[in-house]
Nanobody, 124 residues
Framework: QVQLVESGGGLVQAGGSLRLSCAAS????????MGWFRQAPGKEREFVAA????????NYADSVKGRFTISRDNAKNTVYLQMNSLKPEDTAVYYC?????????????????WGQGTQVTVSS
């Protein structure tokens, strides 16, 4: 079992920045690729970014490329999502997830463990 706890969400104006953190516990963190997903009201959960076990491969959704940066610190068992130039359409609950296969997939179904989510609201 892996427990994931997100933090860092909040209310920010358009153009602002937030940094999300996801702290992991329970199993060896570096055994997992990590992903960030988001879900807006009435919409399906969607891929945001993913990073493989040691950061060798990083993927982003087109909608956040150039604005968001995913990173991880295996010594701290933590994955981060730096979000810059935020837009109202980035408003959602953001979830981190762990992928035991280590692939850093874009698919929700490929992830084994999920956090409870943190709310990000971007005002216009």
């Amino acid at each position: 079992q892996v427990q994931l706890v997100e933090s860092g969400g909040g209310l920010v104006q358009a153009g602002g920045s937030l940094r999300l953190s996801c702290a992991a516990s329970g199993r060896t963190f570096s055994n997992y690729a990590m992903g960030w997903f988001r879900q807006a009201p009435g919409k399906e959960r969607e891929f945001v970014a993913a990073i493989t076990r040691y950061g060798g491969i990083i993927n982003y959704a087109d909608s956040v490329k150039g604005r968001f940066t995913i990173s991880r610190d295996n010594a701290k068992n933590t994955v981060y999502l730096q979000m810059n130039s935020l837009k109202p359409e980035d408003t959602a609950v953001y979830y981190c997830a762990a992928d035991a296969r280590g692939l850093g997939s874009r698919s929700v179904s490929e992830y084994d463990y999920w956090g409870q989510g943190t709310q990000v609201t971007v005002s216009s």
